[in-house]
Nanobody, 121 residues
Framework: QVQLMESGGGLVQPGGSLRLSCAAS????????WAWYRQAPGKQRELVAS???????NYADSIKGRFTISRDDAKNTVYLQMNNLKAEDTAVYYC???????????????WGQGTQVTVSS
């Protein structure tokens, strides 16, 4: 069983930067995909970025070119570097780890507790 612990959120001015971290405890063997989601007030949760074990990445159009997802395998940690933040980036950000590429349907699926990112002047 795996638990995810997020950190790094906070208040930042437009144009600023934040780096979110998500550390996994327990074995993440066969968990192939890291992802960051966010949910803003009144909106559905959306996928921001994903990172496969092999290194392939995907980004939402709204953040492409501004955010970067990366990981440190030795620390079982995924990061989201957020640059040039905009007011519309304000949301609760959640990390996710799953093994859909290995398990398919019924894959283990783990979520962080969420961290608030507020972009405001």
């Amino acid at each position: 069983q795996v638990q995810l612990m997020e950190s790094g959120g906070g208040l930042v001015q437009p144009g600023g930067s934040l780096r979110l971290s998500c550390a996994a405890s327990g074995s993440i063997l066969r968990l192939n995909t890291w992802a960051w989601y966010r949910q803003a007030p009144g909106k559905q949760r959306e996928l921001v970025a994903s990172l496969l074990t092999g290194g392939n990445t995907n980004y939402a159009d709204s953040i492409k070119g501004r955010f970067t997802i990366s990981r440190d395998d030795a620390k079982n940690t995924v990061y989201l570097q957020m640059n040039n933040l905009k007011a519309e980036d304000t949301a609760v950000y959640y990390c996710n780890l799953n093994g859909r590429l290995w398990y398919g349907l019924g894959s283990p699926d783990y979520w962080g507790q969420g961290t608030q990112v507020t972009v405001s002047s």
